[in-house]
Structures are given as C-alpha cells and as structure tokens.
C-alpha cells in the first residue's frame, strides 16, 4: 500500500481482557518496528522484525507482550491480560532493508486505553 | 530508557519566527534523524543527517550535528501555524537497526 497502516485506530479494553493491534506495512519493505509511545513521552522500541524473522524483542516490557509477522509483511502485536501501564499508542513503522537513507515510514498508531 | 533528550521541552513563538530545537544523546552513531509528530497521529520522517556531516539542509529545515558534543540542533525558519507539533530526533545507537528517540519538543507556533 501507499502507507503504513495500523487498525483499529482506537481501542479500549477492560482491565485483564487481551488485544491484537495489527500493522500492515509498505509492500515489499522487508524492516518492521513496533515502538510504544506513552502520553507526553517519546517513542520507546518494543520489537523488531526482518521479514518473518523477530531479530530483537529486547523492548517488550513484559511475558504479556508478544508479536508475529508470519509471512513476512502483516503483523500483530497482542498483550494478555491488559494493565493500565499498557496504556499507551502502539506505533508501527516499516523500511526497506539496508542503509537507512529515508527514515522509517510510521503508521498513524493504535491508542490503547484500558479501564 | 530513551536515548536523547530535546531542549526545549516546549517552545511558543510567533508566525514568521524561527524555532530552534536542540537534541543530546549518549552514544556513538552513524547518523541522526528528526521527526515531527502532530497530535494524535503518527510521525513523520523530516530529515537525516550522517555522522560525517555538520549541516544539512531541506526547504525551511536546517539541521546541525556535532559528534564530538553529541548534540544536533533543529532550525525551523519562518515558521507558519501549520509547524505546530512535537518534533523528536532518534539516533540508531551505534549503527543499529534500532533508533532510539528522544523525549521530543512541543512546537505552538502562534498565528
């Protein structure tokens, strides 16, 4: 597609209840990123993926954090059992592999809320 | 733990003001991107600038780097309403994939 694009653009979950943020990147950019952005804060790196392979999930901040890229493009990012520390927008962003000479490419994020 | 820190945390000015933004870090890089975020949406690749450059520029963006203070500073001239925002820069942290952003500056800029 023309850009990245992220769904749902909002989301409220219950305390405890699980969520699937799911990103759709460029086509044919084999870099995807997920960053967690709280309010009033910069982006913070959550996991990294070159085609369908996780090269760093260094950022995730809990066991309740997990993503996948199956086949190499579409993504989802889920959290178990929300908290209210997960509140936050869930950026995704994607880049074509090699020196980075652009930037990356952002969606327009997932805000999570969760009550 | 976020990698830089931008100074000013906030700035107002007037229309046809210009902005100045600076950004620190901590480690070494290959190169140093800045972005702009408006509310509530999603961020936008501005510029990038490589370790052996000292200055780039790109329409009204100038953009400075110097490594051996580890700092960069951001120059928005003549600014407009539309430059209203929250600009972060982001280093790769020693050549990584991984860009470390900093903690960012809120741009009003008042018509």
């Known amino acids: 597609g023309a850009g990245v694009s992220q769904s749902p653009r909002y989301k409220v979950a219950k305390r405890g209840q699980d969520v699937a943020l799911r990103c759709d990147p460029i086509?044919?950019?084999?870099?995807l990123f997920w960053y967690q952005q709280a309010l009033g804060q910069g982006p913070e790196f959550l996991t990294y993926f070159q085609n369908e392979a996780q090269l760093d999930k260094s950022g995730l901040p809990s066991d309740r954090f997990f993503a996948e890229r199956p086949e190499g493009s579409v993504s989802t990012l889920k959290i178990q059992r929300t908290q209210q520390e997960d509140s936050a927008v869930y950026l995704c962003?994607?880049?074509?592999?090699?020196?980075?000479?652009?930037?990356?490419?952002f969606g327009s994020g997932t805000r999570l809320t969760v009550v | 733990s976020q990698q830089g820190e931008e100074d000013p945390q906030a700035l107002s000015i007037q229309e046809g003001e210009n902005a100045t933004m600076n950004c620190s870090y901590k480690t070494s890089i290959n190169n140093l991107q800045w972005y702009r975020q408006n509310s509530g949406r999603g961020l936008v690749h501005l510029i990038l600038i490589r370790s052996n450059e000292r200055e780039k520029h790109s329409g009204r963006l100038r953009v400075t780097l110097d490594t051996s203070k580890k700092s960069s500073s951001l120059l928005i001239t003549a600014s407009r309403a539309a430059d209203t925002a929250s600009y972060f820069c982001?280093?790769?942290?020693?050549?990584?994939?991984?860009?470390?952003f900093g903690t960012g500056t809120r741009l009003k800029v008042l018509a």
């Open positions: 962003a994607s880049s074509p592999l090699g020196p980075l000479t652009v930037g990356y490419t």
């Open positions: 086509s044919g950019h084999v870099s």
């Open positions: 982001a280093t790769d942290n020693s050549g990584t994939y991984k860009y470390i």
